[in-house]
């Protein structure tokens, strides 16, 4: 779903439903990023916009200490109290702009479906950063497409779209082009040994989980709500009209990126102050 700026808090007024339908993360994600950075107890770790922590639980069970942010208040809450049985776990409820961290800090920053929302100058700048030398930087989001199976079903949600939200119903499958742009954007902060990968999967939803989806993202909760429950009405009745079932081809891209070792930073530095 597209982003809108300013809208970045609106999760916080359903973070039951976001921690109910928003979905995790495949396995053969965090085995990737464990290929690329071992993480053990010796290591620090930051979550950048942990939401309700739908991709943290494989993260903590390597047994690191793990620091969280999340802007939102109540997801914030809810998160602490999640993983409370985790002593190493902690959180902070500030704007990643505002978190105020030393230099050098983490052997692993990962964000899921939560980068997008920071200004790419400030958040790849803080990034590198905060990294340790040799440190990996890990950023991946979810990726729902439309029913491949059912075409009736986005034909009649394309007429829905432009009543309530007119150009804003995607018509593009998340691509390996996409993932790739993303990932090329670490290079210019001096980030090296970039790399991305892509993985599928399928979900399945009733009217009422699907409706329930879409009130977590943060262009349907902007709707005023009388509107927003006509328009979920409509959506509810054509998935009840096809069969009662819904399935979204969901893309998950990861893109990796790894901060030098010092030395090589410190090479770097000489030879452009030698230009």
């Not at 699907?210 to 262009?219: A, E, F, K, R, V």
Request: proline share 3%.
């Amino acid at each position: 779903m597209s982003k809108i700026k300013g809208l970045e808090t609106t999760f916080n007024s359903e973070y039951l439903k976001y921690d109910r339908y928003r979905p995790t993360y495949v396995k053969e994600l965090y085995d990737d990023i464990f290929a690329t950075k071992e993480i053990n107890q010796s290591c620090n770790v930051l979550e950048v916009g942990i939401g309700t922590g739908q991709a943290t639980l494989p993260i903590l069970e390597t047994g690191c200490n793990l620091t969280a942010i999340e802007l939102g208040d109540q997801l914030a809450k809810f998160s602490k109290d999640k993983f409370s049985n985790y002593e190493h776990f902690n959180i902070k409820n500030v704007a990643f702009q505002d978190f105020d961290c030393p230099s050098d800090s983490f052997d692993l920053i990962f964000s899921a479906t939560a980068f997008h929302w920071i200004p790419e100058e400030i958040g790849y700048t803080k990034v590198f950063d905060m990294l340790k030398s040799g440190g990996v930087f890990a950023r991946f989001a979810n990726h729902p497409y439309k029913d491949k199976k059912r075409p009736n079903i986005h034909i009649q949600f394309q007429k829905i779209y432009e009543k309530y939200m007119p150009n804003s119903l995607g018509v593009d499958e998340y691509s390996d082009e996409n993932a790739k742009y993303i990932s090329n954007i670490a290079s210019k902060y001096g980030f090296e040994d970039l790399g991305y990968r892509l993985y599928h999967r399928t979900r399945d939803f009733t009217a009422d989980e699907y409706t329930s989806l879409l009130g977590t993202y943060s262009d349907h909760i902007a709707i005023e709500e009388a509107t927003r429950m006509k328009f979920f009405d409509e959506i509810r009745e054509v998935i009840n009209n096809n069969g009662g079932i819904i399935t979204i081809y969901d893309t998950i891209d990861l893109q990796l990126a790894r901060k030098p070792l010092l030395k090589r930073i410190m090479n770097r530095k000489r030879i452009h102050s030698s230009l």
